[in-house]
């Protein structure tokens, strides 16, 4: 009787944990609607700076780094008409390369599907960055991401995206990165992760570039600045990390 009874309580406290676990998984679904869609420019032009050294914290890699000159500038972006629920958005590329030993197989969604892309290495820092145009403040929500050189299946899907340069249809092709909320020192300043669930998967994508080059200022936590861009090369959409094992 009173193993039954020991028995009969085991399995209680599994289906407690179980449902605890669902509802926990339900409330953390990023709503991929209402997250910021990004679409990257090219930055042709900028003031050199010296390299800053950050320590990065995420959920595949701790390392202390040097970070580099920046390379893209991401614009929020509407995708076939969906609004863009925070217009002050805006994330500023940097390389921050790392090893990553062993590969890792990681299972991700996003409106464009379900997808298994293979990590191999971290590429660059995307840097939360106010741009000094009109009202615009700063994104004090937004994360920092570590990105990761990824490999996996084409998209073949053609979006139309419209931003602030412009607006273009264009073909989403092969992911090129995955980014990770990450957690940031900088000048002993610690930048917390302020959604958790949320990452990107930036992909390729083509289509008739622009010739006309633009140039605004920016600031963010590493530099103060004018860039120029002209050219796009990648739409990073809001994802959810619904799991990753090491490739062997």
């Not at 570590?146 to 092969?174: K, N």
Request: glycine share 6%; proline share 6%; net charge negative.
């Amino acid at each position: 009787m009173r193993r039954t009874t020991r028995r009969a309580a085991v399995l209680a406290l599994l289906a407690l944990l179980v449902s605890i676990g669902i509802s926990s998984a339900q409330a953390g679904r990023v709503n991929f609607e209402k997250e910021t869609h990004f679409r990257c420019y090219i930055v042709s032009q900028q003031t050199p700076e010296p390299a800053e050294t950050v320590t990065l914290s995420d959920q595949f890699l701790d390392a202390t780094l040097t970070v580099d000159e920046p390379l893209q500038f991401c614009a929020p972006t509407s995708k076939n008409g969906l609004p863009i629920e925070e217009p002050e958005e805006h994330l500023t590329m940097y390389g921050a390369p790392h090893e990553l030993s062993p590969h890792l197989r990681v299972f991700t969604e996003d409106q464009f599907g379900t997808r298994t892309l293979e990590a191999v290495g971290a590429r660059v820092l995307l840097v939360p960055t106010q741009k000094l145009v009109g009202d615009l403040g700063f994104p004090e929500k937004l994360n920092h991401y570590w990105c990761y050189d990824v490999t996996g299946e084409r998209v073949g899907t053609t979006v139309t995206l419209d931003d602030q340069f412009g607006s273009d249809t264009v073909r989403v092709e092969q992911p090129d990165l995955f980014c990770n909320p990450v957690e940031k020192i900088h000048n002993g300043v610690r930048e917390r992760i302020q959604e958790r669930a949320v990452h990107l998967t930036c992909y390729d994508i083509k289509g008739p570039q622009r010739t006309e080059a633009t140039q605004f200022g920016v600031r963010n936590q590493f530099e103060t600045d004018t860039f120029t861009i002209t050219s796009f090369e990648l739409l990073c959409v809001p994802s959810e990390k619904t799991g990753f094992v090491p490739v062997s």
